[in-house]
């Protein structure tokens, strides 16, 4: 079922990233009288669809193969190879037949259509879903720095005032990826103002373990509910219980309590409870997960700012363009050997296990949201097979004052999809042995 729920989540997600984006280049194209005789969400090769039909001179319709999608523009060298039209005169409705602005506009169209629908995402789950933001100056305890920003350099209770040198007004924002790529924190500490610079492999690092690095949860805490079926049921837990010890560790706040009890993951250990005034200690053994299977109350209220149309616009803005170039400097790290491509590049095998296996709106789309920044991103990229594979040649014309030929347009294509595949090939193999190997 869990599979089920990640292929779903997948087939929905990029199939409505990919129809927003041709949706892009079909209506810019229509808009300077070019003809589309293609409109594919998802690729239909050899010629298998799960669905078409043509209306006017186009046939829209759904291809078989989930990775990514099309229209077929008369008159322009694409993935489809076709050169039967390229080798007749240009007619007035074809592509090749446009000024370089409106092909520009053309082929931009799709990159541009991910973005806006990447900030109406984020924005419209910012709005429905959180609803409100904690202000950075309402954290009166500071941060709970767990082991990975103990070692860059960061403590429990540090109050972070400036990331790279900008104040910010939302607590969130020291959780963001700014963080984890060599920023350099202000921070107040014991009364006193310090610098930090982190190191710029915390991504990495994250990546890898899976572990936290900071978190607002330097709070007292209570049980709220218990979960059935959990240690914390069979143990006895109830509402308001106040955790004091764990073995011979004293509690100090729930990211104490949290990074302590992971260390004891199906381990049997001694905790000493507060209830109702008094306290008592027995054993309890912890669930492979690291936890006992509770919801924590926090003992203590954050002030709270709400989020409007307006500033929620303002913040899925940037939190989009921040995602744009922070994987731009990832996909550098790549490229210059800092970080493995088999830890980075992902198939829909794998943005599918991202997606998970149980169906959460809110992450369903945050990820999608983030995935079509993503899209914007590569497929703005200079190579040929993708969007700024051809305007980089429209620019080419334009510096040479005249076009590309179609010959070389055609092998550049050709290269390009070549290595579009191999990419391709790439990532599902190097997603499957993951999944064979559970790494």
Known sequence: M???????????????????????????AKAFGIKVEKFYVFFDFGNTKIFSKKVGDTEYGI????????????????????KDQLEKPPEDYEFRSKPAWQRFIVLVAGVVMNVIVGILIFAGSTLYFDKEYVPISAVE???????????????????????????????????????????????????????IQLPDNLFLEIGRGGGQFISFLNVPFEVSEVMPGTPA??????????????????ISSFGHFSETLSGYAGQEIEIEVKRSGETFTDYVKVGEDGRLGFFPNPLMDYDTKPYTVFNSLKYGTIDGFEAIYYNAIGLGKVFTGQVKATESIQSPIGIATIYGGVWDWKRFWYLTGLISFILAFMNILPIPALDGGHIMFIFIEVIQGKPVSQKTMEKAQGVGMVLLLLLMAFAFGNDIYKLITGG
């Open 2 to 28: 869990e599979a089920l729920i990640m292929v779903a989540q997948l087939l929905l997600g990029l199939g409505l990233l990919v129809f927003v984006h041709e949706l892009g280049h079909f209506l810019a």
């Open 63 to 82: 291809g078989w193969f989930p990775l990514g999608g099309y229209v077929k523009i008369v008159g322009m060298v694409d993935e489809s190879m076709d």
């Open 141 to 195: 305890n500071g941060i709970y720095a767990h082991e990975i920003a103990r070692n860059a350099g960061l403590k429990t209770g540090d109050k972070i005032t400036k990331i790279n040198g900008r104040s910010f007004d939302r607590a969130k924002e020291v959780e963001s990826l700014k963080m984890l790529f060599g920023a350099k924190v202000t921070l107040e500490r014991n009364g006193q103002t310090k610098e």
């Open 233 to 250: 049921e069979e143990f006895g837990l109830q509402k308001g219980d106040q955790f004091l010890r764990l073995d011979t560790v004293e």
